[in-house]
């Protein structure tokens, strides 16, 4: 009886499963047991049977990698550790030449894992190995081992991957005013790029992936209207500034987010609102 290849099978040497349910209708199709574990085979079985079933690994090959990056959210600029776990899958000797290698991350050393120090990973050994790098963008890399068996000949390699998501930097402006029906007009700028938008009490505009640099966000102020305060998340307070800007430094992976409060002078200066009268004959 000869394992599929399901993803996610680990299991070494001649073991004993108990089958314990079949796919109705299939014929072939059944699943077995061992511990926790699930294995699907395709062959007709005896129901309460047990079987000695020859597998292994994930692809059915001798040796086997499970990598994993820490952290797995970073921001730009930020080092990443890759580590890589290597098992000896077969039954029936060690393997030699054993090597990791990485599509993105070139420098993997041998950490640990030889506990007889022959340079063979036996049967039952687990090699751990490890590469660290900065990343700047999104990142999914790809590493594989490879080894060749006690008779000279090259294993079927093994592959696994992992995906590092690298967090941009994003400036989210408010505007908080006595009126809701005004459109305040706003600038943005970046080095010599620069972007209009508009805002009414409220509301407010996102600018996600943005590079880490410095930022300035000015309001055209109405007549009438007075600019009571900036203030910012990233600790920026401007009560009643005489220019109606800020600039933020943000930084690589930093959210900031900054509110714009207007105050309507002509209202606080003795505007009469008139409101209609019904009398009752």
Request: glycine share 10%.
């Amino acid at each position: 009886m000869t394992s599929k290849g399901v993803d996610g099978l680990v299991a070494t040497g001649n073991e004993l499963y108990d089958y314990y349910d079949s796919f109705p209708g299939s014929g072939r199709a059944i699943v077995v047991q061992k511990g926790s574990r699930n294995l699907l085979f395709d062959s007709n079985v005896i129901h309460g049977t047990s079987y000695g079933i020859d597998c292994h690994g994930k692809g059915g090959g001798d040796i086997a990698i499970e990598k994993t990056a820490d952290p797995t959210m970073i921001s730009a600029g930020d080092m990443v550790t890759y580590t890589y776990i290597v098992t000896n899958l077969r039954r029936d000797g060690p393997l030699s030449s054993v090597g990791v290698s990485d599509d993105k991350c070139t420098s993997v050393i041998f950490v640990g894992g030889d506990t007889d120090g022959d340079d063979l990973l036996d049967v039952g050994e687990t090699w751990t190995y490890r590469c660290s790098m900065t990343l700047s963008e999104d990142t999914t890399n790809t590493a594989t081992v490879t080894g060749t068996d006690s008779d000279g000949n090259p294993v079927i390699p093994d592959a696994d991957t992992a995906f590092v998501d690298v967090r941009d930097s994003m400036l989210t402006i408010l505007k908080g005013a006595n009126d809701d029906s005004t459109v305040f007009e706003f600038t943005i700028r970046y080095g010599s790029n620069s972007e209009s938008f508009h805002l009414k009490n409220g509301e407010w505009a996102q600018f996600p992936d943005l590079a880490p640099g410095s930022y300035t966000v000015a309001e055209a102020v109405f007549s009438r209207w007075e600019l009571l305060s900036i203030a910012c998340t990233n600790g920026i307070s401007l009560p009643a500034p005489h220019t109606p800007a800020v600039t933020i430094n943000l930084q690589s992976g930093q959210d900031v987010g900054c509110i714009f409060t207007n105050i309507n002078k002509g209202l606080e200066e003795g505007w009469q609102i008139y409101l209609p009268v019904i009398l009752k004959n």
